[in-house]
């Protein structure tokens, strides 16, 4: 993410039009992705623990609803911040903006809608005098139900998304909602460098099935199930690469780079190869070793991206916009990191202070 925004904001003139600004920007295609997916997983890790306490349905979404809305009203927040440091230059459409903040709060929402619909289908036996759900008094959770249901939302996305970007536009909306829907803004067509529902939501929805899947207790036994996870990220790559070969297409609009199904399952597959990688890496790599200061920005994520926007593209760019060779948004990039690192220090220390840039599931 910092590379990516770094070198998007400073490089300029020949630096711009490198093959190393290109390849910068294709590993920008994965943060966002990562973002939705992993907060897909935390999701579903935080459901397991509601439901392992015993909570209803209408307690264990009114936790995780509230939690999608916070990071949502975060995300309005942040526009309307950027917006007025930048008074006298932004465009008041700026406010209407979807970016990822507002994206993943909405998918929190979203997934708190579906894990209550198939808890509130699933009986909830109760016995006199023990007024808890039956799959936390026997043990029964509704791993499988939660699991099948968050692949065919996350599919239903994916396979919705090019109609909804072309044929099926709901141009009968204001563009302020319409654009979450495909992301048109107010500029007449969707933009592939916005976060609408169609397709991005489909990545946390993915996310949560697989949060799911290591619920299970094949995944429990760590180091055994991950392989697993590996092969499982090369089919759906190899699957996609199978169907973009073939000269046959069902939608009317075909954009592999923007809303192609195909292209996502190739992301999908991608995201759970990195998730392999990552376990190694924490279990045998220099994840093991000491201090990891990959692991402690991963802590304060919402912290850091809220706060390095600001000195990369906001008034604060600590470089002057699309002027710097390689070397010098190198080195500006560097001061970011470090920059970055060194708040997301001072706020572990403060834990507590700031509470609300971490998600605690409240007690029922």
């Given at each position: 993410?910092f590379q990516?925004?770094?070198y998007?904001a400073?490089?300029?003139g020949?630096?711009?039009?490198?093959t190393f600004?290109?390849?910068s920007?294709?590993?920008g295609?994965f943060?966002?992705?990562?973002?939705?997916?992993?907060?897909g997983?935390?999701?579903?890790?935080?459901?397991?623990k509601?439901i392992?306490k015993?909570?209803?349905?209408n307690?264990?979404a009114?936790?995780?609803?509230?939690?999608?809305?916070?990071i949502?009203?975060?995300?309005l927040?942040?526009r309307?911040?950027?917006?007025?440091i930048?008074?006298?230059?932004?465009?008041?459409?700026?406010?209407?903006?979807?970016?990822?903040?507002?994206t993943?709060?909405?998918?929190?929402?979203?997934?708190?809608?579906?894990c209550w619909?198939?808890?509130?289908?699933?009986?909830?036996?109760?016995?006199?005098g023990r007024?808890?759900p039956?799959?936390?008094?026997?043990?029964?959770?509704?791993?499988a139900?939660?699991?099948?249901?968050?692949?065919l939302v996350?599919?239903?996305?994916a396979l919705l998304?090019p109609?909804?970007?072309?044929?099926w536009?709901?141009?009968?909306?204001?563009w302020q909602?319409?654009?979450y829907i495909?992301?048109?803004?107010?500029?007449?067509?969707p933009q592939?460098?916005?976060?609408p529902?169609?397709?991005?939501?489909?990545?946390?929805?993915?996310?949560?099935?697989?949060g799911?899947?290591?619920?299970?207790?094949?995944?429990?036994?760590g180091a055994?199930?991950?392989?697993?996870v590996?092969a499982?990220?090369l089919?759906p790559?190899?699957?996609?690469?199978f169907f973009?070969?073939?000269g046959?297409?069902i939608y009317?609009?075909y954009?592999y780079?923007?809303?192609?199904?195909?292209?996502?399952?190739?992301?999908?597959?991608?995201l759970?190869?990195?998730?392999?990688?990552?376990?190694g890496?924490?279990?045998?790599g220099?994840g093991?070793?000491g201090?990891?200061?990959l692991?402690?920005?991963g802590n304060?994520?919402?912290?850091?991206y809220?706060?390095?926007?600001?000195?990369?593209?906001?008034?604060?760019?600590?470089l002057?916009?699309?002027?710097?060779t390689?070397?010098?948004?190198?080195a500006?990039?560097?001061?970011i990191?470090l920059a970055?690192?060194?708040?997301?220090?001072a706020?572990?220390?403060?834990?507590g202070?700031?509470?609300?840039?971490?998600?605690?599931?409240r007690?029922?």
């Open positions: 993410m990516t925004h770094c998007d400073w490089l300029g020949a630096a711009r039009n490198s600004f290109m390849w920007q294709l590993g295609t943060p966002a992705p990562l973002f939705l997916f992993l907060a997983i935390s999701f579903a890790l935080v459901t397991d509601l392992k015993g909570l209803s349905a307690q264990i009114k936790t995780t609803i509230r939690r999608g809305a916070e949502f009203a975060l995300g927040l942040f309307l911040q950027e917006f007025v930048s008074l006298g230059w932004a465009p008041w459409s700026d406010l209407g903006r979807v970016d990822i903040l507002n993943i709060g909405v998918s929190m929402m979203l997934m708190g809608v579906m619909a198939v808890l509130r289908a699933k009986r909830e036996t109760r016995s006199p007024p808890r039956g799959w936390a008094r026997e043990g029964t959770r509704p791993y139900s939660l699991l099948i249901s968050g692949i996350s599919a239903a996305i998304t109609l909804l970007w072309t044929n536009r709901p141009h009968f909306l204001p909602l319409e654009t495909n992301g048109v803004h107010n500029l007449g067509s592939p460098w916005l976060f529902i169609f397709p991005w939501t489909a990545f946390a929805f993915a996310g949560l099935s697989f799911f899947i290591l619920m299970s207790e094949p995944a429990r036994k055994r199930a991950f392989p697993f590996a499982a990220g089919a790559i190899c699957i996609s690469k973009d070969s073939r046959f297409q009317p609009v954009d780079w923007h809303t192609s199904p195909n292209f996502f399952m190739i992301r999908v597959g991608m759970l190869l990195l998730l392999a990688i990552a376990y890496w924490c279990r045998w220099l093991q070793i201090f990891s200061p692991i402690q920005l304060t994520s919402l912290l850091v809220w706060v390095h926007i600001e000195f990369v593209y906001g008034r604060f760019s600590i002057p916009r699309r002027s710097q390689i070397a010098g948004a190198s500006g990039l560097l001061v990191f970055m690192l060194t708040l997301s220090i706020r572990t220390k403060l834990k202070r700031l509470g609300w840039f971490s998600w605690r599931p007690s029922a």
